[in-house]
């Protein structure tokens, strides 16, 4: 089972987003059985969960698990997955992360094999984040020495902003994070995401967003394949 949390120091880059993207599209498309924990204060997905039920109806199928815990809570329910095999992957939707003095979130990042960070292009977001990124930098040291395998990779999210900067590819490198090569562009397919319409279900979906999947697939060495709709 892969537990993998999108994380970030920034609000509003685009974590809540990137694992409601990603989840549609690995519980509709792929054989991965599929639970967001959404451990986030805001509970943004939470309520965009009781959105869709709303919108479109409780007869609606979601083709992933929600739960929503605090950080502690988390911990519990990973621990339960774990015993019953009820999952193949876990994201967890972590709080903002302003420092790393709650022991609780301490405790759940320390159970996490994998860590998203979404980057917002603007100067200032990246140098926020860098902050973050040098601390998984340390955090996937430690764990390697200790024989556990870890992964960690950033992306730049241009969804709402695009302007580009140098700094962060330079930053990353220097600390040993990879950047994905795909970048989440400036597109309208990605405004009003939810918790069930997969971004492969329309062309542009396909065009755009299908590189990125396939990226993350191959970085954290996830044993599935897709199937691709090709309607629409």
Request: with cysteine; glycine share 4%.
């Amino acid at each position: 089972m892969r537990i993998i949390c999108a994380s970030t120091m920034k609000g509003g880059a685009g974590k809540t987003a990137t694992t409601c993207w990603l989840a549609n599209v690995l519980a509709k498309h792929s054989d991965q059985r599929i639970l967001v924990i959404d451990a986030d204060n805001q509970k943004s997905i939470t309520d965009l969960r009781e959105e869709d039920k709303e919108i479109v109806g409780e007869g609606l199928k979601f083709d992933w698990d929600l739960k929503t815990a605090n950080p502690e809570e988390a911990q519990a329910i990973i621990e339960d997955a774990y015993e019953n095999d009820k999952y193949d992957i876990i994201f967890i939707d972590m709080p903002r992360m302003t420092g790393l003095e709650d022991d609780a979130i301490i405790a759940l990042l320390a159970m996490a094999d994998s860590f998203i960070i979404p980057v917002k292009p603007a100067r200032t977001d990246a140098l926020a984040t860098g902050h973050f990124m040098a601390t998984m930098a340390d955090l996937k040291k430690i764990r390697e020495d200790e024989g556990m395998p870890t992964y960690i990779y950033a992306f730049h999210n241009f969804y709402r902003n695009i302007k580009e900067n140098s700094y962060l590819p330079e930053f990353a490198e220097g600390i040993g994070i990879e950047l994905f090569d795909s970048k989440i562009k400036l597109k309208k397919i990605y405004e009003n995401y939810n918790t069930h319409t997969s971004l492969l279900e329309s062309a542009e979906g396909r065009d755009e967003f299908l590189p990125f999947v396939y990226e993350f697939i191959q970085k954290y060495e996830l044993e599935t394949q897709l199937t691709i709709p090709t309607s629409k």
